[in-house]
């Protein structure tokens, strides 16, 4: 009998985890069954339980999907030198999550964004999901500490405020505006790009002449 490539397997995994993903955003956790996964994939629960134990191994597996998005996303950013300005890379790595695949309904819309308001609503209830996202976010971070410190060693940034408060808002920043989007739509990038701008050209009054 002839042996299923990893190419294949790996297709099926990411099969359940899409179709997991969108029941996951439009119902929440708890409103969805296994039954309405296997529904969704259009996939026998024996093709399923292959890969996934339970609906709570699924939840971590799309978290930890996720997550490796977004920091693959700020990873690329620190390969430039000096990396791109915030505004630029914060939308960057904006459109990068909004626009992900698969989208949900018709419409078209991103569904990354409800999923993670879904995600960080089970962290404040689930230890297990809690640990998963704070070492995830810990991850992320790394990326952004380095771009932090490029642009400070680029003399873009003031080098006296410590990198990890900086990366700190930025993280924050993004996470504002994809719970923007999940919660009242489309959310214009071009603006909250150029809104950092304007955050970038103020300087301190008190320092002038």
């Known amino acids: 009998m002839p042996r299923v490539s990893q190419e294949r397997l790996d297709a099926r995994r990411r099969q359940i985890l899409d179709a ?44 930890g999907s996720v997550l490796a998005e977004v920091r693959e996303a700020f990873e690329e950013a620190v390969l430039e030198s000096p990396p791109p300005p915030p505004d630029v890379l914060i939308g960057t790595v904006l459109r990068r999550i909004l626009h992900r695949q698969p989208t949900l309904g018709e419409a ?47 003399g873009m940034m003031r080098a006296d405020i410590p990198a990890l408060s900086v990366a700190r808002t930025m993280v924050a920043l993004a996470q504002g505006v994809v719970a923007q989007y999940a919660l009242f739509g489309d959310v214009p990038i071009q603006g909250v790009e150029l809104g950092v701008q304007a955050l970038m050209s103020m300087g301190d009054p008190r320092t002038r002449d």
């Open 20 to 63: 997991a993903s969108r029941c996951f955003a439009r119902n929440g956790f708890h409103a969805t069954s296994m039954q309405d996964v296997l529904k969704e994939a259009d996939l026998s629960a024996g093709a399923v339980y292959r890969y996934f134990s339970g609906k709570e191994e699924l939840i971590a597996a799309i978290v």
């Open 108 to 154: 078209g819309e991103s569904l990354y964004p409800r999923l993670m308001i879904q995600v960080w609503a089970e962290t404040l209830r689930n230890p297990e999901l809690h640990a998963i996202l704070e070492g995830g976010f810990a991850e992320v971070r790394k990326p952004w500490i380095k771009i932090v410190e490029a642009y400070q060693d680029a």
